[in-house]
């Protein structure tokens, strides 16, 4: 293996650290905020020389996918990456966009659900939906396409603006409801689109 510099040591020592700690491994956006990187081009660089040094390993095109090199682990074939879209408000409504940041790695299987093309996550911001055990910072997995339920948690564009809530019909007319009681019910003045029925929680890790 080529000599890798000091700053590369403490990078690899934090991604040993971390997958120990977490079964996976850190996004470049967690290397570059634990080291203080101002962007996550930093992060990448440190990444890549010690790929190129045969001091980390990784699976091409598979998000918290690397591991060091001269670790036993092998990739897990089970997982899969699905596109986080950003962040969903769990309050009230936001007039973002959703774009695509980065991907995460899950085990369909684990979490009892048939991932498809259709399948997406977002990042919850807020706390309107504590009810649920939603906390801000989880992540929801979600379906495109699926017809809600009432009862169902949906992510939701009302009259243009997104919103994560639950979703119910009163006399016929559908509307979101927070799940805490500080936030008030949420009724279309114009139109409701459903852009995805949520299908299972990523619980935010502490520490």
Same mark, same amino acid.
């Given at each position: 293996m080529k000599a890798i510099t000091e700053r590369q040591k403490r990078v690899l020592e934090f991604i040993r650290d971390y997958r120990e700690r977490h079964g996976g491994s850190p996004s470049l956006r967690e290397i570059a905020a634990h080291f203080g990187f101002r962007s996550m081009t930093a992060a990448a660089d440190h990444v890549r020389a010690l790929r190129n040094k045969g001091a980390l390993q990784w699976v091409p095109r598979r998000a918290r996918s690397l591991y060091p090199g001269d670790s036993m682990e092998t990739p897990d074939k089970a997982l899969m990456e699905i596109p986080v879209y950003g962040g969903i408000p769990a309050g009230f409504t936001d007039e973002r966009r959703q774009e695509e940041l980065e991907c995460i790695a899950v085990d369909p299987n684990s979490l009892g659900i048939r991932a498809t093309s259709r399948t997406f996550a977002l990042e919850v911001r807020g706390d309107s939906m504590i009810g649920r055990?939603? +906390?801000?910072?989880?992540? @929801?997995?979600?379906?495109?396409g699926m017809m809600p339920r009432p009862g169902d948690v949906v992510a939701a564009l009302i009259d243009n603006e997104s919103t994560l809530k639950t979703y119910h019909e009163r006399r016929g007319r559908p509307y979101?409801?927070?799940e805490n009681p500080e936030y008030p019910d949420f009724i279309p003045a114009s139109e +409701?689109?459903?852009?995805? @029925?949520?299908?299972?929680?990523?619980r935010r890790r502490k520490g």
């Open positions: 055990h939603i +906390l801000d910072g989880d992540y @929801v997995i979600l379906e495109h979101l409801k927070a +409701l689109v459903i852009q995805g @029925v949520m299908v299972a929680l990523i």
